[in-house]
């Protein structure tokens, strides 16, 4: 399947299913040096709030490689996806030694779990597809809903400003395809949703979260994939360092493909 056919499908449920007919969701956080920076800054935040015994929801999980990782050191972890190709995926690498309770569904309908039942709220997917603002405040609800009360959860964004540049840095003809208002200064929101900084922060603080951190997850990886992944192991090692140390200056934030905000419900809930 192609894009062209990808935009003829009007089901928005349906579109996203297919559209990992397309991408590899399997591959995408490990294919590389620069491809694995994303997936090392969120686990490492992630286990900032991990306690003994702590349960896990992951909504949209993909092809599981946050459950996977940690399921296999000894977390309870539920997940749920929606999307047919990463299913089958993810099913083929559930084992005894690595156990995770995978569900296909919505993360517009979570009714499935108890309110207050989680420690951890992963939405790392549902946020990239979801056109409509209603529908994204409803899927931020029931993430606030099924999370403890001093739970966590976290949120994923692609940052709409770095995309053009990476973009750019692809295709040195692109200001002049059909994907980027001249006018607006916006991308064309397809088949992903792209936000600015100040988007995701207005989207979370309307649906009642109160933000603990905002990280740059991958910062100038993608636009660095290149140089990144010829570098030796010593010099990795480095650059995640000074990745670290950047990725959560106010100054930096914006120039990173994707986005990682965390956050808890906030007083007023």
Same mark, same amino acid.
């Given at each position: 399947?192609?894009?062209?056919?990808?935009? #003829?499908?009007?089901?928005?449920? +349906? %579109?996203?299913?297919?559209? !990992?007919?397309?991408?590899?969701?399997?591959?995408?956080? &490990?294919?590389?040096?620069?491809?694995?920076?994303?997936?090392?800054?969120?686990?490492?935040?992630?286990? %900032?709030?991990?306690?003994?015994? $702590?349960? =896990?929801?992951?909504? @949209?999980?993909?092809? @599981? +490689? /946050?459950? *996977?990782?940690?399921?296999?050191?000894? /977390?309870?972890?539920?997940? =749920?996806?929606?999307?047919?190709?990463?299913?089958?995926?993810?099913?083929?690498?559930?084992?005894?030694?690595?156990?995770?309770?995978?569900?296909?569904? &919505?993360?517009?309908?979570?009714?499935? /779990?108890?309110?207050?039942?989680?420690?951890?709220?992963?939405?790392?997917?549902?946020? /990239?597809?979801?056109?409509?603002?209603?529908?994204? %405040?409803?899927?931020?609800?029931? $993430?606030?809903?099924?999370?403890?009360?001093?739970?966590?959860?976290?949120?994923?964004?692609?940052?709409?400003?770095?995309?053009? *540049?990476?973009?750019?840095?692809? &295709?040195?003809?692109?200001?002049? @395809?059909?994907? !980027?208002?001249?006018?607006?200064?916006?991308? #064309?929101?397809?088949?992903?949703?792209?936000?600015?900084?100040?988007?995701?922060?207005?989207?979370?603080?309307? @649906?009642? =979260?109160?933000?603990?951190?905002?990280?740059?997850?991958?910062?100038?990886?993608?636009?660095?994939? +290149?140089? =990144?992944?010829?570098?030796?192991? !010593?010099?990795?090692? %480095?650059?995640?360092?000074?990745?670290? !140390?950047?990725? #959560?200056?106010?100054?930096? *934030?914006?120039?990173?493909?994707? *986005?990682?905000?965390?956050?808890?419900?906030?007083?007023?809930?």
């Amino acid at each position: 399947m192609d894009f062209n056919k990808l935009r #003829e499908i009007s089901n928005e449920t +349906e %579109q996203i299913s297919k559209t !990992y007919e397309i991408f590899n969701e399997e591959s995408r956080l &490990n294919c590389s040096k620069a491809a694995r920076v994303e997936f090392l800054t969120t686990v490492k935040y992630i286990e %900032q709030y991990l306690t003994p015994n $702590a349960k =896990i929801l992951d909504i @949209g999980a993909g092809a @599981g +490689e /946050y459950s *996977l990782y940690f399921a296999k050191k000894g /977390y309870d972890v539920n997940a =749920i996806e929606l999307a047919d190709n990463n299913i089958k995926v993810f099913r083929k690498k559930i084992s005894a030694d690595c156990p995770v309770a995978l569900r296909q569904g &919505n993360a517009l309908d979570l009714s499935i /779990y108890d309110d207050k039942s989680f420690d951890i709220v992963l939405l790392f997917g549902p946020l /990239y597809h979801l056109h409509n603002e209603a529908d994204r %405040q409803k899927c931020i609800s029931e $993430a606030k809903r099924v999370c403890k009360d001093d739970g966590m959860i976290f949120f994923a964004f692609i940052s709409h400003d770095m995309v053009i *540049l990476t973009e750019l840095g692809y &295709n040195s003809d692109f200001f002049n @395809g059909s994907d !980027y208002n001249h006018e607006t200064l916006r991308l #064309e929101d397809f088949p992903f949703v792209f936000f600015t900084v100040d988007e995701c922060r207005k989207m979370l603080s309307n @649906g009642g =979260i109160a933000v603990v951190k905002e990280i740059a997850a991958d910062g100038l990886s993608e636009l660095m994939a +290149e140089k =990144i992944n010829l570098l030796d192991d !010593y010099s990795y090692e %480095q650059y995640l360092k000074y990745h670290f !140390y950047c990725c #959560e200056k106010p100054e930096l *934030l914006g120039h990173s493909n994707h *986005l990682l905000f965390i956050g808890k419900k906030s007083a007023a809930c």
